[in-house]
């Protein structure tokens, strides 16, 4: 069992930054894959940013590219979105996601509201 907790939400002018972070426990974190998925009013829920756990690989929307950044820290087990040049459009919810690398087994956290609004 995996839990995990998101913080840094909050309000945001447009073209102003923000730092979410994900703490994790319960279990191996460098065990897991690690994302940043986020839902606005009225969409469907979508993949922000992926960190796996070996090689430094990431992912990120196309949406995204350029402005945000996903890291880990694993000896505090956290993730971080460092998201930068902030768009009204990248109000949403987001949520921390943790999956297992080798079973899969998936776990979500309850979510942290950015508001992106001048």
């Known amino acids: 069992q995996v839990q995990l907790v998101e913080s840094g939400g909050g309000l945001v002018q447009p073209g102003g930054s923000l730092r979410l972070s994900c703490a994790a426990s319960?279990?191996?974190?460098?065990?897991?894959?690690m994302s940043w998925y986020r839902q606005a009013p009225g969409k469907e829920r979508e993949l922000v940013a992926r960190i796996v756990t070996a090689g430094g690989g990431t992912k990120y929307a196309d949406s995204t590219k350029g402005r945000f950044t996903i890291s880990r820290d694993n000896a505090k087990n956290t993730v971080y979105l460092q998201m930068n040049s902030l768009k009204p459009e990248d109000t949403a919810v987001y949520y921390c996601?943790?999956?297992?690398?080798?079973?899969?087994?998936?776990?979500w956290g309850k979510g942290t509201l950015v508001t992106v609004s001048s």
């Open positions: 996601n943790a999956r297992h690398w080798e079973y899969g087994t998936e776990y």
């Open positions: 319960g279990s191996t974190f460098i065990l897991y894959h």
